[in-house]
Antibody, heavy 115, light 107 residues
Framework: EVQLVESGEGLVQPGSSMKLSCVAS????????MNWIRQAPKKGLEWIAL????????YYADSVKGRFTISRDNSKNTLYLEMNSLRSEDTAMYYC????????WGQGVMVTVSS | DIQMTQSPSSLPASLGDRVTITCRAS??????LRWFQQKPGKSPRLMIY???NLAAGVPSRFSGSRSGSDYSLTINSLESEDMAIYYC?????????FGAGTKLELK
């Protein structure tokens, strides 16, 4: 059974940094691209980043480009999202999702950016 | 960026109804279109992939279709468990983009 478990949720001040993790199981993690998607409270879904299976390519939404970094450690079956210069508009539930076409999602973690 | 224009934003319907939700792509995305269902407090669930293919475990009352740049999700004979928000997603090119969502609710 595919499982994706995010961690790292919390409340941070504007301008600060935070790192999310997503531990994968039930499939060969190193064979698949992985994504981060977020959802602001009461809003729709926003894709924010993808990393290839071998970390050779990374893509970002314009809203996070230059501030967020997606990475992975295939030896630990873990996906990361490092978030810098956080803004109030980054407040959202953050989900990791498997493969280039988002066929499995984690349960999500809440990131709140507020002073 | 590719814009996905989803309609309607809200869809009141009765149990047993047949309903259709549509997404229009601003550029060619081929069949790189997926439909997701999201219930309150839950992660999105993949329902349709490749515009027309039913994902594993999805009831056969769900179907997807394409006409040019218009992509549709149809639910035949609505059941109470189908009440949710539905999103389309294009994954033909980066950045991936979602439709704004359609809230399906009981009339």
């Amino acid at each position: 059974e595919v499982q994706l478990v995010e961690s790292g949720e919390g409340l941070v001040q504007p301008g600060s940094s935070m790192k999310l993790s997503c531990v994968a199981s039930g499939f060969t993690f190193s064979n698949y691209g992985m994504n981060w998607i977020r959802q602001a409270p009461k809003k729709g879904l926003e894709w924010i980043a993808l990393i290839y299976y071998d970390s050779s390519s990374k893509y970002y939404a314009d809203s996070v480009k230059g501030r967020f970094t997606i990475s992975r450690d295939n030896s630990k079956n873990t996906l990361y999202l490092e978030m810098n210069s956080l803004r109030s508009e980054d407040t959202a539930m953050y989900y990791c999702a498997k493969s280039a076409a988002l066929d499995y999602w984690g349960q999500g973690v809440m990131v709140t950016v507020s002073s | 960026d590719i814009q996905m224009t989803q309609s309607p934003s809200s869809l009141p319907a009765s149990l047993g109804d047949r309903v259709t939700i549509t997404c229009r792509a601003s550029q060619d995305i081929g069949n790189y279109l997926r439909w997701f269902q999201q219930k309150p407090g839950k992660s999105p669930r993949l329902m349709i992939y490749g515009a027309t293919n039913l994902a594993a475990g999805v009831p056969s009352r769900f179907s997807g279709s394409r006409s040019g740049s218009d992509y549709s999700l149809t639910i035949n004979s609505l059941e109470s468990e189908d009440m949710a928000i539905y999103y389309c997603l294009q994954h033909n090119e980066y950045p991936y983009t979602f439709g704004a969502g359609t809230k399906l609710e009981l009339k």
